[in-house]
């Protein structure tokens, strides 16, 4: 079945912040490099896919400042 996929941004942020939920409740404690990876990667992918859509770079950029807090990485420094 070849359908696009439709989303909003805030189904698209809402999904990704489910997911990284749900890793962080089945990682180790503290999270090894591939608890890391794994939130990284889910967080790379959500960016890829956002940039795709309106919102703008700002909120963009916050989102992504957001999740990596979330995830309990650091965000990178050029992310205010």
């Known amino acids: 079945m070849d359908r696009p996929l439709t989303l ?3 189904e698209l ?5 489910q997911a990284l939920k749900l890793l ?4 180790s404690t503290p999270p090894d490099s591939f608890d890391r990876g794994c939130r990284s ?8 896919l ?12 916050e989102d992504y400042r957001q999740l990596c807090l979330l995830a309990g990485l650091e ?3 050029d992310v205010h």
């Open 24 to 27: 962080i409740t089945t990682s």
């Open 13 to 17: 942020l809402a999904e990704t912040r």
């Open 75 to 77: 965000p990178p420094a």
């Open 41 to 48: 990667g889910v967080i790379n992918f959500w960016f890829q």
């Open 50 to 61: 956002a940039w795709k859509t309106s919102p703008t770079e700002e909120q963009r950029r």
């Open 8 to 10: 909003t941004y805030d």
